[in-house]
């Protein structure tokens, strides 16, 4: 929830306690990370950060009694359908791993005000199913053995003109303490691989 400086000292305070480190890295998305620092810096380095925008996320995950498909992850493109993506993680892991349940996610970027993002859970749970048997006609609400809806409202970063002049730096203007994000990465996509890659670079930076 926030950073302090004592000497050389960085504290940093959560609604868990407060800890103690000699450096800091922080990976949340750049809205997080100026709440955070808001009372460390000068608010034109608020400002700079705020020019980046994101786009949000709404991701259904249903544990099923039986696999889905064969597919690990299907790419869905129609602009017709609620979702763009179909993965199906234990078609990746075994299925042991999760007493026996089939687990997919089945995912959808999209601006915070869209309906889908407020829809309750309930609501885009069916709607959502009946879009999946579109794909997979087979496929019945009874399979569902439970469900969760994570809703996500710094899922990406927007890419925008002249992207690269509005990069944050590694290192933050407080002693010590580093940034690490997917708003980083570019001109690249983000993704896990690149993710490790930053990860490496900020080590060898701190």
Known sequence: TGLSKVN????IHTTNGD???EKVILTTSLPVVSKIISNLVEPDFIQKLSKIKYIGNVCLVIALNKSLSDYYWLNVNDPNFPFVG???HTNFQFTSDYNGKH???VS?????????YTMPDKELLNYYVLNIKRIFPEFSIEQIIDFKIWRERYSQPIIERD???IIPDY???????????MAQIYPEDRGTNYAVREGRKIGRVV
């Open 8 to 11: 050389e000292l960085t504290f």
């Open 86 to 88: 179909i993965i199906e």
């Open 19 to 21: 800890f103690k480190a």
């Open 171 to 181: 290192k933050l203007p407080i002693d010590n303490v580093f940034l690490c994000t």
């Open 103 to 105: 687990v997919v996610y």
């Open 108 to 116: 959808k970027y999209l601006p915070t005000d869209d309906v889908l």
């Open 163 to 165: 992207y690269s002049e």
